[in-house]
């Protein structure tokens, strides 16, 4: 178990924006940062940073928190595995505290999952470069193909040694449980015995963003046909082929600050550029490119630029998969190599200069390539024409920009030799088809929130929660302020009329708030803000400041949520560029004393009402002189709060 004392350096240590910044691409917004959603689909900003709060929020999905919290929900990871990611990352010491056998005992699934795959990188990197059989086959293979000891130790590549199960007896001398050597799909498990997976070939291992051993691919280097040359981990709780890409991790840094990301095939084209310099650039790893994967990249940068080996039935098998790019909102640029060469193969041949120059000079744009490749088939062929000018015009419906599109139809229609209105009305009957269906699914999700609101009515329970919630956030953002409060007291003229006097007092939010819910004693209805407000309280008390931070890190992971919710829902403001389209939200800072007092005026209002219904059917069902004063006092308090509020009773 992590020290207290460790947890709280690591939390004062880690920079919020720096380490989200490695998952997903922000871009300065005022003090803040902002970048796309890494937990849903969309192409505008949803997702906020606060460097000042160090917190987070997405306000797409309603996730948020603390660093730690971005950890766990994006990379799955569990409190300690954020907790020493960061302690890693920042070189920071971490003093463990004694565990409990309960403790000890507690074994989670995934994480031996991991171990596992952790275990076997680094046994089948060992195997490579220190035995017999590793150097003569898999590390020779390496260095033939111009990898170095830098680039081999940095992709921590890897050899299963050629025997049956050498790396299943090793893991299970180690103490790994048979069930995870067989979930990761490391060993094979069947009723006469156990076997490696992946014996005599080289291997690549496949990292997650944040660089978790997921899975591995595995090359064999012998001249059997009736072995699959390359061999992908299977899918397990750990490893979806369908959402990795291989490399990502490596090159996630350069994909950010270059703002475009390579596309290639193979585990070796990735490897070759990056040693040649050209870091940006990741793999599909042989499967169709997904949704997931152009999700994983569009975090990053919203600019990918395909790298094609030249071979014309690859390149068209491909398009389906740039299309789904343009579908996602990307830029796409294409880069052909010349005859016979492939990404791995250019870069072993070719200097760093030569390299760069080549992906500067040759990039197309996609349409453009598209149009040209497809046009050399149709050999005027008028129905081929037809058909080209069809799957053209499907693929610029994909894109989002409007103008954009307009663009590319202008393009196509002058390389086709064809007018813009023949393209247009193509596009107008593709773009009817879609939008047929996404009205559709409109209908039903108005349908679906139209039932959702007939069952839920507003009430004063609503109101309450709402009030309560306000109280909550102006105490964690202004509770420190010290402002003048206007106070009414009730005080009789010469005539016997009872009239409202205003009185001017200097006091912090806070203890102003505080007095005042002590003097009606009133409590919160809502379990977790009144929670919140005792331990606000408790430190008021203590340390005669609020600190939010102890909040933001609370140990509840309910509460710590409900902290990030409160503290980021103005920054909605930035994402919305509210000020660009001259919409100017109130600053509450200048009239902070106002919204206090009517919060809590408003919060009295509504226990009054609520007093008052109680007390009617109280009379009701036992009619008594005392509840019927009550009720009556209970009422002239309320006219008092509404003449203080300026309503109409």
């Not at 799955?76 to 010491?93: G, M, S, V, W």
């Not at 509210?578 to 919060?603: C, F, G, H, M, R």
Request: charged share 25%; with cysteine; hydrophobic share 40%.
């Amino acid at each position: 178990m992590i020290s207290r004392a460790t947890i709280d350096l690591i939390f004062q240590t880690a920079q919020i924006d720096e380490v989200i910044g490695e998952f997903v691409h922000l871009k300065k917004a005022g003090s803040n940062y902002k970048g796309l959603s890494p937990f849903s689909d969309e192409r505008t900003p949803s997702f906020m940073v606060s460097p000042t709060k160090q917190i987070w929020k997405d306000f797409s999905s309603g996730k948020g928190g603390s660093v730690v919290t971005f950890l766990m929900e994006h990379e799955h990871f569990t409190y300690p595995e954020a907790l020493r990611y960061l302690a890693k990352k920042y070189n920071i010491e971490i003093e463990e505290l004694q565990q409990t056998d309960e403790q000890k005992l507690e074994a989670n699934e995934r994480e031996s999952m991991f171990l596992v795959t952790q275990f076997a990188a680094d046994y089948f990197h060992l195997n490579l470069i220190n035995t017999s059989q590793g150097k003569a086959i898999g590390l020779s293979y390496f260095k033939e193909r111009g990898f170095t000891d830098e680039t081999i130790k940095k992709f921590k590549l890897g050899y299963a040694l050629n025997d049956r199960d050498a790396f299943t007896k090793a893991a299970l001398n180690k103490g790994f449980q048979i069930d995870y050597l067989a979930k990761t799909g490391l060993t094979i498990v069947n009723e006469q015995s156990d076997f490696d997976r992946f014996k005599g070939r080289v291997l690549f291992p496949i990292l997650s963003m944040s660089g978790r051993v997921l899975g591995f691919g595995g090359r064999i280097l012998t001249s059997d046909k009736n072995v699959a040359k390359y061999l992908n981990s299977p899918e397990s709780d750990i490893y979806h082929k369908g959402k990795v890409l291989y490399g990502l991790f490596e090159a996630k840094q350069a994909i950010a600050k270059a703002d475009n990301c390579y596309l290639v095939e193979g585990y070796t084209d990735v490897i070759s550029l990056h040693q040649n310099g050209i870091e940006n650039v990741v793999a599909s790893s042989g499967t169709a490119l997904t949704p997931d994967q152009i999700r994983l990249i569009s975090r990053l940068t919203k600019n990918i630029t395909v790298l094609y080996d030249g071979d014309a039935p690859g390149i068209k098998a491909s398009f389906r998969g740039v299309d789904l790019i343009l579908a996602e909102g990307l830029n796409v640029k294409v880069l052909t190599f010349p005859d016979g060469d492939d990404p791995d193969s250019f870069a072993r041949k070719s200097s760093q200069a030569e390299i760069k120059e080549f992906l500067e000079t040759q990039v197309k744009d996609f349409i453009t390539f598209k149009v040209s490749l497809l046009l050399e088939e149709t050999k005027n062929d008028p129905i081929k024409k037809a058909g080209l000018i069809r799957e053209i015009v499907l693929s610029i419906s994909k894109i989002p920009d409007l103008i954009q599109r307009e663009i590319y139809l202008q393009e196509c229609a002058r390389l086709m030799n064809i007018s813009e209105s023949v393209l247009f009305n193509e596009l107008a009957q593709h773009l009817k088809k879609s939008n047929t269906q996404t009205i559709q699914q409109l209908q039903q999700i108005q349908k679906e929130a139209f039932q959702v609101v007939k069952t839920e009515a507003p009430s004063d329970i609503n109101t309450l929660f709402v009030l309560e919630k306000a109280i909550i956030k102006i105490l964690l953002l202004y509770g420190n302020n010290e402002v003048e409060f206007v106070d009414f007291v009730a005080n009789t003229n010469a005539d016997g009329l009872e009239l409202m006097e205003e009185q001017i007092i200097v006091n912090t939010v806070a203890k102003e708030i505080y007095l005042q819910l002590q003097e009606d004693e009133i409590e919160f209805s809502n379990e977790l803000f009144k929670t919140i407000y005792f331990d606000i309280i408790h430190q008021l008390n203590q340390d005669e400041k609020i600190n939010i931070d102890a909040f933001v890190t609370h140990k509840s992971p309910d509460i710590a949520q409900v902290i990030t919710d409160i503290l980021m829902e103005d920054e909605k403001y930035l994402i919305s560029n509210w000020e660009l389209k001259k919409i100017y939200p109130p600053k509450i800072a200048d009239k902070l004393s106002q919204w206090v007092t009517d919060t809590i005026l408003n919060l009295r209002r509504i226990l009054i009402l609520q007093k008052i219904e109680a007390l009617k059917k109280e009379v009701q069902e036992s009619p008594q002189l005392q509840l019927l004063e009550q009720v009556q006092n209970y009422i002239h308090l309320k006219k008092l709060l509404c003449e203080k509020l300026k309503r109409v009773v």
